[in-house]
């Protein structure tokens, strides 16, 4: 997801380049990878690129009921800045007043790279606990088999014994 950014570091502020993305990312907190496709808005700002992305990510997440694997859409929409740690023009290092660790960069080489954050708008996007489907029955407590493929024998009228005096204290009397 890089892209080259010389020329328009070179032009004025307000000068834009719409680009198209297409591209397979690593995603670190799922051990997969993910592919990201859309466009990115580069407009010049007069110290930076301004990133204007709007993107769909097609993840393969595990369930959170069932445990099975399906495909899940995630729209990303990225607006942030980029500085150039360098002066194109000169080659000197820029002098940026505050520096924030949490900024994004472009690289040396003149080069944008989005990863970061895709990555980043990934992790925020993504749903702790997804669910294949609405209706997703999950797997059942007592033997494990996943409820939305088939039925299990087990007894669904078994009482939990920790309880059993505060249920009874619910019962309605005859």
Known sequence: MDFKVA????S???NKKLENLSARVEVEWSKRSCDIDGTVLLTKTDVGIWVSAHLK?????ECGSC??????DIPLEIEEEYFPLFNLLTGE??????????????????VLDLSDAVSQYLSLQSPINGK???????????CGINLNAEECDCDKDRRNTKFATLLDSFKLSE
Do not use: M
């Not at 990510?57 to 997440?61: C, E, G, H, L, V």
């Not at 445990?67 to 899940?72: G, H, I, P, Q």
């Not at 002098?95 to 924030?100: A, D, F, G, S």
């Open 132 to 142: 294949c489907a609405e209706n997703c029955r999950g797997l059942c407590i007592d």
């Open 93 to 110: 290092r820029n002098e940026i007043e505050e520096i924030y660790e949490e900024s994004f960069y472009i690289r040396e080489d003149n």
């Open 12 to 14: 004025s502020s307000g």
């Open 7 to 10: 020329t328009l570091l070179k």
């Open 67 to 72: 445990l099975e694997e399906y495909k899940e």
């Open 57 to 61: 990510a097609i993840n393969i997440a």
